[in-house]
């Protein structure tokens, strides 16, 4: 039983870190067993991360993402700034105070998007950091014309470059760990290849190749949340909407369809915020996903989820579905131990596919009239459509 219990802790954690950890681990394996990184080689890294940083930027502003769009664009600044001090300098680029800098700036931009978490990124406070990036880089460049060096340094190891790598990374693992999302083992892994870039390549291709790793792999997470957000909803874990619209066209001749809805959804983002009101969410699709582990449950809307009910008749899908209603009346939410608990309630119907029904719009949009009619009245109540 204990071995079954630590499997399923820790299976998912190593499944979720597994394609950025391979891909940074052969990146690694090929970068100490190479003997020489001919120039084609370093032109295929150099200018392979400027193809998947534009093509990143290109699809997060056209699907509206902005989880990842930071760390493209801290990446892609710090590349451009790490070549033109190459061409100024020469190979003894990485000896140079303006590179020191770079090397302080570079984990310790990541470490602050990464901390305020996700915004959008058009938008004043995304100009404002964005804006703070520049002047940080802008002032470098003054001290560095100045001949001004204030990179502390112990035995050749740049001290406050390793110290923001290592908080960055250290941040990332628990995070990671607690909350098993891919997106914090990729920022993690990315921290490592940059730093891996900077402080062991001794040359340009070396350095190339770890920054178009780190790209690489944010890339992937990128085209991998996509994928995921278009069949799952981010928040539940519960189908989406589209996958709703794509596994209707093969629902059986005879099915019920539930709809469970949150009462007062918009209430909870006016008293309570957004981020609160997306926990207390995910905690009322906890309560359903454990109450119904035979049963496909869709996210359809912000504040509905849909029950399909393949293998009970009318009878029992509508018992079923006010005993959800009942339990999670009953029960009392909270987002911490310290703040007070809250009552929260949940309306339900449910619809029967009938002969006459054309699809399972129809037999939904006749659940969802039926529960708009009760709503009127009251909530928390069980009605059929």
């Not at 400027?50 to 990842?68: A, C, K, T």
């Not at 740049?158 to 909350?179: D, P, Q």
């Not at 539940?236 to 539930?258: A, V």
């Not at 009322?284 to 509905?304: G, K």
């Amino acid at each position: 039983m204990r071995i079954q219990q630590t499997l399923e802790k820790y299976v998912p954690l190593i499944s979720n870190m597994l394609i950025p950890a391979l891909i940074y681990i052969i990146a690694l394996l090929y970068f100490l067993a190479a003997n020489d990184f001919n120039a084609s080689l370093g032109m295929f890294f150099h200018n392979g991360f400027y193809v998947l940083s534009i093509l990143g930027i290109i699809i997060l502003l056209n699907f509206n993402i902005n989880r990842h769009m930071f760390c493209l664009i801290v990446n892609l600044i710090a590349y451009v700034l790490i070549n033109q001090i190459k061409r100024e300098y020469g190979a003894e680029f990485d000896q140079t105070i303006c590179f020191g800098y770079l090397m302080i700036l570079l984990p310790l931009n990541l470490l602050i998007f990464y901390i305020l978490g996700r915004f959008r990124f058009l938008s004043v406070r995304s100009l404002q950091l964005v804006m703070l990036i520049l002047l940080e880089y802008g002032i470098a460049d003054v001290l560095n014309k100045h001949n001004i060096n204030l990179n502390i340094s112990f035995f050749g190891v740049n001290i406050l470059s390793c110290f923001f790598y290592f908080l960055l990374i250290l941040i990332a693992f628990i995070k990671s760990v607690n909350s098993n999302r891919n997106y914090d083992y990729t920022f993690m892994y990315v921290a490592i290849s940059t730093a891996t870039g900077l402080y062991f390549a001794e040359n340009s291709t070396g350095l190339s190749m770890f920054f178009f790793i780190a790209q690489l792999i944010i890339f992937i997470d990128l085209v991998y949340t996509l994928t995921y957000n278009h069949f799952y909803d981010e928040t539940t874990g519960f189908y989406s909407r589209n996958s709703y619209l794509l596994k209707s066209k093969h629902f059986p001749f005879k099915y019920n369809l539930g709809i469970v809805s949150i009462d007062n959804y918009d209430k909870l983002q006016k008293t309570f915020g957004y981020k609160k009101q997306k926990i207390l969410t995910n905690l009322i699709a906890e309560v359903i996903q454990e109450l119904t582990p035979e049963e496909e449950v869709f996210r359809y809307a912000a504040d509905q989820f849909v029950v399909l009910y393949k293998d009970k008749d009318n009878k029992e899908s509508f018992a079923h579905l006010d005993n959800i209603r009942r339990i999670i009346a009953g029960l009392s939410f909270s987002w911490s131990i310290k703040q007070k608990p809250i009552k929260l309630t949940v309306s339900c119907s449910l619809a029967e596919k009938k002969r006459s029904d054309a699809s399972s719009i129809e037999v939904l949009m006749r659940a969802d009239k039926a529960m708009q009619k009760t709503l009127k009245f009251s909530h928390n109540v069980t009605s059929r459509g």
